[in-house]
């Protein structure tokens, strides 16, 4: 297909694919455990700070330099540095973005698959389980967790083959929906069988005592992860949307979306967590165990247990695809291989490097890679910690001051105020911010 016709068909399609990659296993699993260690509200009010202000222009300018060039991440970046006579280098950007894509796809596609698993698993719950030793159960057979990532793969592999408008389109308008009704009936549940106004208070009523550096750098990187920034991925989706379609207007529904949904991620698991005299700050444990010893217990547990899984394994889909999406995007648009080849082939490679992550639960739970830290939390630190806010900084610098102000103007349009806004916070504000912090985790 000629890459300059292809276009969401729907015109929400742009937006509930942006929001299906931003809405991922970065709100639903790992905004409410870092909240809860990182002292409730304060984190969330920095993190909605980070959203807004660092977020938001990186996501307007992704969106942007998507729509104009309408390719891959690396021709895409390619030809925006040929229009504004700068150095082809900058097409470093996208490649960072492939890369950054896959690896975070190797480890993506394990945590899914134990979400997939738990599925089954809460279905089958009958009265009381010891939900920590289901937890290491799962995670000590390196055989229950391949074959799990095995399948979350294939189904994004095979998503992805299906090409932009039949697979991501197709899908997203069938996910999106359920997933959004699937968090309204948790969070009524929540609100029956929980202490709605206990997790209120700990999520929206800042305690700053708990700030620390880390905290800053830790709702930044989630920040970046949760609207899935930094990598190319957004722009790839950028480059399908028609050109008459409003940036601003989309790039605030999708992180008004995206917050939205881990606002209601923590009104889902807080109230519960507070009923049932589970401490918040069990880490990244709070879904699979404390959620599942809950589930265990309340009535039509196995039920609501099955369809909060459930939840979390469409979020986590709508997202891997995002993740797959543009180095296929790549290799189809150069016609090295074939779209659905292709797909399958950089899966494959995600897969490959996602035994590590799996083998990181139990046979190398001892192997140390970068720091302390083992393999599948040092691919975590690399692509968040690493990639990402390199990417997220780059994306910045060009679109801030690489980029022709009037190639800018002409495709956000809108009012001069509004673009004004906009380039300030970019040249001067998000890169500055990234910088500062990324540099302040190297100390
Ligand atoms: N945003 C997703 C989440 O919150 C993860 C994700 C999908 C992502 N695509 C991405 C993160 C691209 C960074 C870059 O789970």
């Given at each position: 297909m000629n890459k300059e016709t292809l276009?969401?068909?729907?015109?929400?399609t742009f937006i509930l694919a942006a929001a299906g990659s931003a809405v991922g296993l970065g709100n639903i699993w790992g905004f409410p455990y870092k909240a809860g260690t990182n002292g409730g509200g304060a984190f969330v009010l920095i993190y909605l700070g980070c959203i807004l202000i660092i977020g938001l222009p990186i996501m307007i300018s992704e969106i942007m330099l998507g729509k104009r060039y309408r390719g891959s991440p690396v021709s895409t970046m390619k030809d925006a540095a040929t229009e504004s006579a700068s150095?082809?280098?900058?097409?470093a950007i996208g490649w960072g973005g492939l890369i950054a894509g896959v690896v975070i796809l190797s480890f993506y596609s394990v945590l899914a698959g134990i979400c997939l698993n738990y599925i089954f698993i809460s279905l089958g719950l009958?009265?009381?389980?010891d939900s920590i030793a289901k937890f290491q159960q799962v995670t000590s057979s390196p055989l229950q967790l391949l074959l799990w990532h095995t399948i979350f793969i294939l189904i994004t592999a095979w998503i992805i083959a299906a090409g932009v408008i039949s697979g991501i389109e197709r899908m997203v308008k069938l996910l999106m929906p359920m997933l959004f009704i699937l968090m309204i009936i948790m969070v009524i549940n929540a609100f029956i069988n929980g202490n709605f106004s206990q997790a209120f208070s700990f999520l929206?009523?800042?305690?700053?005592?708990?700030?620390?550096a880390n905290t800053y750098l830790s709702a930044m990187g989630q920040a970046f992860f949760s609207l899935s920034l930094g990598m190319g991925a957004i722009m790839c989706y950028g480059a399908y949307m028609?050109?008459?379609?409003?940036i601003y207007e989309s790039s605030a529904i999708v992180a008004g979306l995206d917050t939205l949904i881990a606002m209601l991620a923590g009104l889902a698991i807080f109230p519960i967590i507070f009923a049932y005299g589970v401490?918040?700050?069990?880490?990244?444990?709070?879904?699979?165990?404390s959620l599942l010893s809950i589930f265990a217990d309340l009535p039509f547990g196995n039920i609501i247990g099955g369809l909060f899984f459930l939840l979390l394994s469409i979020a986590a889909l709508s997202s891997s695809i995002s993740l797959l999406e543009p180095s296929v995007a790549y290799f189809a648009e150069k016609n090295i291989l074939s779209r659905p080849i292709a797909s399958f082939m950089l899966a494959g490679i995600a897969w490959f490097i996602g035994l590590g992550s799996l083998l990181?639960?139990?046979?190398?739970?001892e192997y140390t890679f970068i720091?302390?830290?083992?393999f599948l939390d040092s691919m975590d630190l690399l692509a968040n910690q690493f990639l990402l806010p390199l990417g997220g900084l780059f994306v910045a610098i060009f679109a801030g001051w690489k980029l022709n102000p009037s190639i800018a103007k002409a495709e956000l349009g809108g009012s001069e105020f509004v673009f004004r806004l906009w380039q300030f916070f970019i040249r001067f504000i998000s890169p500055v911010l990234v910088f500062g912090i990324f540099i302040f985790q190297l100390i």
């Open positions: 276009t969401w068909v729907g015109k929400w150095s082809s280098n900058w097409q009958e009265g009381e389980i929206f009523s800042p305690d700053f005592s708990a700030v620390t028609s050109p008459d379609q409003e401490e918040p700050n069990s880490g990244p444990g709070l879904v699979f165990i990181s639960f139990n046979v190398w739970s720091g302390s830290r083992n």
